[in-house]
């Protein structure tokens, strides 16, 4: 069985930096692309950016420059880092993991497939 646990979020406020973390853990067998999504209220998930074994990054184009991903493979660990924290980045975070082979790489599009999703973890704006 595999867990994907994210931690951080909370609270931020306006300007402020956030760092959520992921872990990976249980038998997952091969090379895996690890991944960050949001939800924001009254939209589609969307993918933020994410690393593949190779520690290739990757990112949703809107998102670049905003986002950083950085992925410790000693620890299945993923972080994702924001500055200048805005109201419209208040979402639900969810960190995934995809198994990837030739045919299948990391794809944090619309048509990508992920394998195992964290509960996620809600980041609210603070006043």
């Known amino acids: 069985q595999v867990q994907v646990v994210e931690s951080g979020g909370g609270l931020v406020q306006p300007g402020g930096s956030l760092r959520l973390s992921c872990v990976v853990s249980?038998?997952?067998?091969?090379?895996?692309?690890m991944a960050w999504f949001r939800q924001t209220p009254g939209k589609e998930l969307e993918g933020i950016g994410a690393?593949?074994?190779?520690?290739?990054?990757m990112y949703t184009k809107s998102m670049r420059g905003r986002f950083t991903v950085a992925r410790d493979n000693a620890k299945n660990a993923l972080d994702l880092r924001l500055n200048n924290f805005q109201p419209e980045d208040t979402a639900r975070y969810y960190c995934?993991?995809?198994?990837?082979?030739?045919?299948?790489?990391?794809?944090?599009?619309?048509?990508?497939?992920?394998?195992?999703w964290g509960k996620g973890i809600l980041v609210n704006v603070s006043s």
């Open positions: 995934a993991a995809a198994l990837v082979w030739p045919s299948r790489r990391c794809d944090i599009g619309p048509g990508g497939a992920w394998d195992y």
């Open positions: 690393v593949d074994s190779d520690g290739h990054e």
């Open positions: 249980g038998d997952i067998y091969g090379a895996y692309c």
